[in-house]
Structures are given as C-alpha cells and as structure tokens.
Nanobody
Framework: QVQLVESGGGLVQPGGSLRLACAASGSNFSINRMAWYRQAPGKQRELVARITSGGSTNYADSVKGRFTISRDNAKKTVSLQMNSLKPEDTANYYC???????????????WGQGTLVTVSS
C-alpha cells in the first residue's frame, strides 16, 4: 500500500515563504506525475502545481512565478517552494501522486492527508 506523508505547513505573514514536502512510502511502486492541490474553506479543491516523471511542470495561473514544484525520483519525494505568499493562498494543501497499474494508462491515485497553510498578519 502506498502512503504519502506531508510536512511543512504553518502560519506565515504575507510576503513570506514556506516549503512543503511530501514523501511516498510503500513496496515496489513507481510514480508517474506528482502534484500539489489545495482547498480553501468553502471552495473546491484546485490544482496548484504538477510535475511529470521527466521534470516538466505546470502551475495554476494564480501561483506562477511565486511557487516552484520539484521532485526527487530516487527518494520518491515532491516539494513545493512557496514564495511571496498572499492571504488568498491560505488553504489545506494536499500531495497527490499517480502510481502506474498493470494496465498501461491506468493509475492508482494516492492522496496525502493535507497540511494547513495560513497566510495572515
């Protein structure tokens, strides 16, 4: 069974920085895409940033130029460096990975438990 453990959330002032980390554990698995999503109170969960196994990235327009996603394939980790944080970045942030199944193109989706980021003065 594949599990994700997130860390790095907390309270930060506007303009500050935080780094989120997510580590995957389990037996005999590979990872396709890795991503960070977030969900603010009363809002739908949204994609923040995604990175492929080859390192290609895409970001939500609201975080472009401020957030950077990276991954370590050997360690099976993904990180999100968040700079110039704004109050509207306040949300629970969730790590998400795609684990290939036997059938090509079929993936097991695994979610982390979430870590709270609060941006406030």
């Amino acid at each position: 069974q594949v599990q994700l453990v997130e860390s790095g959330g907390g309270l930060v002032q506007p303009g500050g920085s935080l780094r989120l980390a997510c580590a995957a554990s389990g037996s005999n698995f590979s990872i396709n895409r890795m991503a960070w999503y977030r969900q603010a109170p009363g809002k739908q969960r949204e994609l923040v940033a995604r990175i492929t196994s080859g390192g290609s990235t895409n970001y939500a327009d609201s975080v472009k130029g401020r957030f950077t996603i990276s991954r370590d394939n050997a360690k099976k980790t993904v990180s999100l460096q968040m700079n110039s944080l704004k109050p509207e970045d306040t949300a629970n942030y969730y790590c998400h990975i795609e684990v290939p199944r036997t059938t090509p193109g079929d993936y097991l989706e695994v979610w982390g438990q979430g870590t709270l980021v609060t941006v406030s003065s």
